[in-house]
């Protein structure tokens, strides 16, 4: 812990008298403050959190260089596209199941519940996902969760032992390298096709002994990609061939926060159905607009390998790391909800509108179909250099080096209609500026 | 990751004519599944999850003999004592204040906010704190949470390099453990006195290089112990000592859900008064019976080294652990309810009910302050036998080496008056038969 000991260092009076200590510390033993400690010399949070706060310190930057804009140029006159947070508010049906559910004060509602969460929300949920998957899904196969986040910390931190690798097709969300790295995982990214579709001979190139997962994300976060289920049989063939090499299960983890927001009849293929030993992890936050609720669940598919010992390792995976169980109240409201949504087609307007008008102005991309993202390439290389130039006509985005796609950068269209309408000009100016 | 490696193994065909692998995997390449893999070639889960699965069988024993023994003889004759879940219900402002935010639909108020929380909430927590502590706390020194459980994640993680230590005076919650654990902390238990007060130069003895922070619990679980301010400031002077011997700052984690759980005038100094590198965490899970929530909060000291980095490394864990934020709902819940609680003359009473029946059939026991624990001395040196026979009796507590404390037991007294009286009997009884 000690980086530089400044035991042997002589006390010197401060200006009151007292002994202190050089670069040292707070207190006089009555506790009055002396002074603080030097950051450069001593420890206050630990390695990792600092390199962390530093390495994203850009984002801090980027952050507040849009808020001074919108503070210099009104805020309607800034079009902020980087952050996910869904602007539509949540479905009717939901402000009067919250209200009956505040009503309702069955004995012991707002207490502890089993750490996987209260069994009718369970059975509801299994329901639900056997609507599109072998119907063989019941209570005990689902953990309520702190939203899809929490779901993905207690899957990795059930199966990961220190050091063991989880391959991700690239772009992806970076949060999920903080998410191994809570659990002493290794992020092994791999590349996605032109069209961000899986590169499955690559995936299969990247697994070694230490492989433990494929983790997924589709509709994808950032570039709305859904896989079909041809190229997800391939995945799963690729890692069956591996699993039995290698005499162990290689899980897929497929995280489907955005599964009902897909346009032009496309669907999400339910991952049960191709690959025993996989997880499907969500939400509540995008499709329901409850982001800030923390709910969501983990699925064991009922097929898995020793499935048994894997729940039990979710369940005391939650309880340990904290989360405990689910918000309770949510876990009464989302039964009621599991077939509801937004209105998907206030967000397929906004993406028809958005890349009509970046297709217009020579923007590359793949048309999204999916989430409320869509990724065009950068026309030059440094795709923090282009943002910048988007920053300048007050048009916040964010660079695709972010998420590990470089040469592009992420719009979130979760915005207004009258926010896309109103960047169309700025980004056809700006892409002239760089076309060649 | 291969503990036993099988790919040299022949392939043997299973019944269908199928390629097997031995102790081997579970599909086709099709998906459909084989057989399951053998449990012990093969990981599942981690390694450290499958141990501590098998470390905590003994208590999913216990509690499936208690779930046994309430079928056998019916719920109402079976005295549960071993859990700490609140059996009073929230105070009758909490429902008043839910349904009215329920109802309140103010724009984007199920959505993302800041990691640390809805502004309003950690300024109306920062009011509350300022009555007791020097009135500098502010807003940026509050991180909203998903109850303490996550409090105390964000604080460890935030703060730990790994292998670093934690003092924790014994007995304690040893769910701490699993805390530590998480961010690849060492608990260092250093037994309090008899009277379950801190033994401050057995902590000084035990602090190292290495010590990162002391992390106490007042009023304590499982003892009902309140650290009153003397022992406290000798605690921070110890600490004092050491942070300046090794020229950085040991911490203080003060975890206080029972703070407002206090009987015969008893108040919890407010740790922020006693030692500047201070954190406080806590809950709302006990003192406002809303354990299932998950909401609580961890409060940086003003006048901490360097807090600025250190809030900034809380918001940070906050997000990347997967919390993200504490449930909005609740966040908009508790500013109304921050000088409330549940009736704590009801749990006083259960104290005295319990105490005196113990006292009477020949316990020895410090008369807890605080908190809904009672933790006497088993009269036979294995608690777990002690234990055992009090369940003969249909009474279930939990073995003082749950808690770091062999040769006790703890009784959670939040339970209907009527199962206290109705078990004291028992109680007696089992005292009778193995009383010297």
Same mark, same amino acid.
């Given at each position: 812990?000690?980086?530089?000991?400044?035991?042997?260092?002589?006390?010197?009076?401060?200006?009151?008298?007292?002994?202190?200590?050089?670069?040292?510390?707070?207190?006089?033993?009555?506790?009055?403050?002396?002074?603080?400690?030097?950051?450069?010399?001593?420890?206050?949070?630990?390695?990792?959190?600092?390199?962390?706060?530093?390495?994203?310190?850009?984002? *801090?930057?980027?952050?507040?260089?849009?808020?001074?804009?919108?503070?210099?140029?009104?805020?309607?006159?800034?079009?902020?596209?980087?952050?996910?947070?869904?602007?539509?508010?949540?479905?009717?049906?939901?402000?009067? $199941?919250?209200?009956?559910?505040?009503?309702?004060?069955?004995?012991?509602?707002?207490?502890?519940?089993?750490?996987?969460?209260?069994?009718?929300?369970?059975?509801?949920?299994?329901?639900?996902?056997?609507?599109?998957?072998?119907?063989?899904?019941?209570?005990?196969?689902?953990?309520?969760?702190?939203?899809?986040?929490?779901?993905?910390?207690?899957?990795?931190?059930?199966?990961?032992?220190?050091?063991?690798?989880?391959?991700?097709?690239?772009?992806?969300?970076?949060?999920?390298?903080?998410?191994?790295?809570?659990?002493?995982?290794?992020?092994?990214?791999?590349?996605?096709?032109?069209?961000?579709?899986?590169?499955?001979?690559?995936?299969?190139?990247?697994?070694?002994?230490?492989?433990?997962?494929?983790?997924?994300?589709?509709?994808?976060?950032?570039?709305?990609? $859904?896989?079909?289920?041809?190229?997800?049989?391939?995945?799963?063939?690729?890692?069956?061939?591996?699993? *039995?090499?290698?005499?162990?299960?290689?899980?897929?983890?497929?995280?489907?926060?955005?599964?009902?927001?897909?346009?032009?009849?496309?669907?999400?293929?339910?991952?049960?159905?191709?690959?025993?030993?996989?997880?499907?992890?969500?939400?509540?936050?995008?499709?329901?607009?409850?982001?800030?609720?923390?709910?969501?669940?983990?699925?064991?598919?009922?097929?898995?390998?020793?499935?048994?010992?894997? *729940?039990?390792?979710?369940?005391?995976?939650?309880?340990?790391?904290?989360?405990?169980?689910?918000?309770?109240?949510?876990?009464?409201?989302?039964?009621? @909800?599991?077939?509801?949504? $937004?209105?998907?087609?206030?967000?397929?307007?906004?993406?028809?509108?958005?890349?009509?008008?970046?297709?217009?102005?020579?923007?590359?991309?793949?048309?999204?179909?999916?989430?409320?993202?869509?990724?065009?390439?950068?026309?030059?290389?440094?795709?923090?250099?282009?943002?910048?130039?988007?920053?300048?006509?007050?048009? @916040?985005?964010?660079?695709?080096?972010?998420?590990?796609?470089?040469?592009?950068?992420?719009?979130?269209?979760?915005?207004?209609?009258?926010?896309?309408?109103?960047?169309?000009?700025?980004?056809?100016?700006?892409?002239?500026?760089?076309?060649?």
């Amino acid at each position: 812990m000690v980086e530089i000991s400044a035991a042997a260092a002589p006390l010197t009076p401060d200006r009151n008298g007292r002994g202190v200590f050089p670069g040292g510390i707070g207190t006089d033993g009555s506790g009055a403050r002396i002074q603080p400690y030097h950051k450069e010399l001593v420890m206050t949070v630990s390695r990792k959190i600092r390199e962390s706060i530093e390495r994203s310190s850009w984002i *801090r930057k980027m952050f507040e260089e849009g808020n001074e804009r919108k503070a210099r140029y009104g805020a309607e006159n800034v079009f902020d596209f980087s952050l996910g947070n869904p602007n539509l508010e949540p479905p009717p049906a939901f402000r009067q $199941v919250l209200i009956k559910v505040a009503q309702d004060a069955l004995p012991g509602c707002h207490g502890y519940m089993p750490n996987a969460g209260f069994p009718e929300t369970r059975q509801a949920v299994a329901d639900y996902l056997n609507t599109f998957n072998p119907p063989r899904v019941t209570a005990d196969d689902i953990v309520m969760t702190s939203g899809a986040g929490g779901a993905l910390n207690v899957v990795l931190k059930a199966i990961l032992n220190p050091g063991e690798e989880v391959i991700i097709p690239s772009p992806y969300f970076v949060e999920y390298n903080n998410y191994l790295e809570n659990h002493q995982g290794v992020p092994r990214p791999v590349p996605t096709k032109a069209d961000f579709s899986l590169d499955c001979d690559a995936i299969s190139d990247t697994i070694t002994e230490k492989t433990r997962a494929v983790l997924i994300d589709s509709p994808n976060n950032p570039t709305g990609k $859904v896989y079909g289920e041809t190229e997800l049989k391939e995945l799963a063939g690729v890692l069956t061939h591996h699993s *039995r090499r290698l005499g162990e299960p290689i899980y897929l983890v497929s995280d489907e926060p955005y599964r009902k927001i897909v346009y032009d009849g496309v669907t999400v293929p339910g991952i049960f159905n191709v690959y025993p030993e996989s997880f499907m992890v969500t939400s509540f936050s995008k499709d329901l607009s409850l982001a800030g609720e923390r709910i969501g669940y983990a699925a064991v598919n009922p097929d898995m390998s020793d499935r048994e010992e894997v *729940r039990g390792g979710l369940v005391l995976c939650n309880r340990i790391l904290g989360y405990v169980n689910a918000p309770a109240i949510m876990q009464r409201v989302i039964p009621h @909800l599991l077939r509801e949504s $937004v209105d998907i087609s206030l967000y397929r307007h906004k993406r028809d509108l958005l890349c009509e008008g970046l297709a217009a102005s020579g923007y590359d991309f793949v048309k999204p179909q999916g989430a409320f993202y869509v990724f065009p390439r950068t026309p030059l290389p440094d795709d923090a250099e282009f943002v910048a130039a988007l920053r300048e006509e007050n048009i @916040l985005t964010v660079p695709g080096s972010g998420f590990a796609g470089p040469g592009h950068m992420r719009i979130a269209y979760c915005v207004p209609d009258e926010t896309i309408e109103k960047s169309l000009p700025g980004f056809e100016r700006v892409m002239k500026r760089y076309r060649k």
